[in-house]
């Protein structure tokens, strides 16, 4: 197993994960990342400063990714935990924690004080990861990330 950055050659692969993770849940409509623009164009998107995205991987092949991103909100340098999704038969062998790790590893790395998250409120095994990994709850969100669907918020300091 590894974990690296997305490459463009990704693309295609992380895009039809994250559509079949979405569809999964029910969240293949609008209010959720189902609609994002950058869903073709990973690797794009996230080449930016204060971006990044990295892939989870097994014997070439990818098993679901997540990034973050800057967010703007009312606090200062907050990023946002964006599009992490795991295949289903990938999940519960410690591959989401994993990711988690490198991500806020990478988040302080870039100055981010805090890193953000929406949710949904099916998605129990998230949730209990995100929990696990520090997240600590929301009872509103703390800006406006283009996901007016997510029923969950959570939110855990860098530093």
Same mark, same amino acid.
């Given at each position: 197993?590894?974990?690296?950055?997305?490459?463009?050659?990704?693309?295609?692969?992380?895009?039809?994960?994250?559509?079949?993770?979405?569809?999964?849940?029910?969240?293949? /409509?609008? !209010?959720?990342?189902?609609?994002?623009?950058?869903? &073709?164009?990973?690797? %794009?998107?996230?080449?930016?400063?204060?971006?990044?995205?990295?892939?989870?991987?097994?014997?070439?092949?990818?098993?679901?990714?997540?990034?973050?991103?800057?967010?703007?909100?009312?606090?200062? /340098?907050?990023? %946002?935990?964006? /599009?992490?999704?795991?295949?289903?038969?990938?999940?519960?062998?410690?591959?989401?924690?994993?990711?988690? &790790?490198?991500?806020?590893?990478?988040?302080? %790395?870039?100055?981010?004080?805090?890193?953000?998250?929406?949710?949904?409120?099916?998605?129990?095994?998230?949730?209990?990861?995100?929990?696990?990994? !520090?997240?600590?709850?929301?009872?509103?969100?703390?800006? &406006?990330?283009?996901?007016?669907?997510?029923?969950?918020?959570?939110?855990?300091?860098?530093?």
């Amino acid at each position: 197993m590894n974990i690296r950055p997305i490459t463009t050659a990704d693309n295609g692969e992380i895009a039809k994960i994250i559509r079949e993770v979405l569809t999964e849940f029910g969240a293949n /409509k609008p !209010g959720f990342a189902w609609q994002d623009p950058e869903l &073709d164009f990973m690797a %794009e998107a996230y080449y930016k400063r204060g971006r990044a995205y990295w892939v989870v991987e097994s014997g070439g092949r990818i098993l679901g990714g997540g990034g973050i991103a800057e967010f703007n909100c009312q606090e200062p /340098k907050v990023c %946002e935990l964006q /599009k992490m999704y795991l295949l289903s038969e990938t999940r519960g062998l410690g591959l989401g924690a994993k990711l988690i &790790d490198k991500l806020v590893i990478v988040a302080g %790395e870039m100055g981010y004080r805090s890193c953000y998250l929406e949710t949904l409120s099916s998605m129990s095994g998230a949730i209990a990861l995100y929990k696990k990994k !520090g997240f600590m709850r929301l009872q509103l969100p703390m800006g &406006d990330s283009g996901h007016s669907a997510c029923d969950e918020w959570y939110s855990k300091r860098l530093c």
